[in-house]
């Protein structure tokens, strides 16, 4: 199940979105090695006090098993700040019709390698379902990610393929960095959905979840 956490809902929230960092540093901290700030057990960056969209995904007693962070390109976020030697030089997306997806991860200690519910493979799908169809009914256009090769690989096998690639791939730190371009489009969503079964409603009943950070 698929929750939005914005401004406008964050306050009654503020325990999931805890969970989220600290999965996010398990999986990027613990299991990846990256260098990246940990707080209080938590894995906390300047962009996360932004106002971002954190799109969550919840197994079924509640606990957080999936999550992506949407920020607005018209200001601070990472391919123009942390990865902007990806765009050789040329200047950074600035649009308020195309969001930049990061810090995105499943919890690979809870999921399984299969297809159902339970599968990381699921997850990863919901995730995205929920992040497009949230950005299409706030009127964006475009994502743009920054993700490494063996991302690419999966967006490519699970009906997510990138439209387009911004500069050139980048050795930063123990990857390669790429910044992909994906349209926000009920084409894309449906591609998604044929791939990983999921058919239904993903989000969680939230009246506020559908509203634009």
């Known amino acids: 199940m698929i929750y939005v956490v914005d401004s406008l809902n964050v306050q009654d ?4 979105i805890d969970e989220v960092y600290k999965l996010r540093k398990r999986v990027f901290h613990d299991r990846l090695g990256w260098d990246v700030q940990i707080v209080n057990g938590r894995e906390i960056d300047e962009f996360d006090s932004l106002d971002p969209a954190y799109v969550v995904s919840t197994d079924p007693n509640g606990r957080v098993v999936g999550c992506m962070r949407l920020l607005q390109t018209t200001g601070p976020h990472m391919l123009s700040d942390i990865f902007a ?15 930049e997806a990061t810090r995105f991860c499943v919890d690979m200690n809870t999921l399984d390698m299969g297809h159902g519910r339970k599968s990381i493979s699921y997850v990863t799908s919901e995730v995205m379902i929920g992040a497009f169809e949230y950005a ?28 387009d690639y911004l500069g050139s791939p980048k050795s930063m730190g123990k990857v390669t960095a790429m910044a992909a371009l994906m349209d926000c489009s009920p084409e894309r969503v449906a591609s998604i959905r044929a791939f ?6 993903v989000f969680g009943p939230d009246p506020r979840q559908t509203v634009a950070a």
């Open 136 to 163: 299409m009914q706030a009127g964006i256009k475009d994502a743009v990610a920054v993700i490494d090769p063996v991302m690419n690989r999966v967006m490519k096998r699970s009906g997510n393929a990138p439209y």
């Open 196 to 201: 990983s079964g999921i058919h239904h409603d």
């Open 13 to 16: 929230h503020k325990g999931l």
């Open 85 to 99: 030697p990806i765009l050789n030089g040329e200047p950074p997306l600035r649009s308020a019709l195309v969001w």
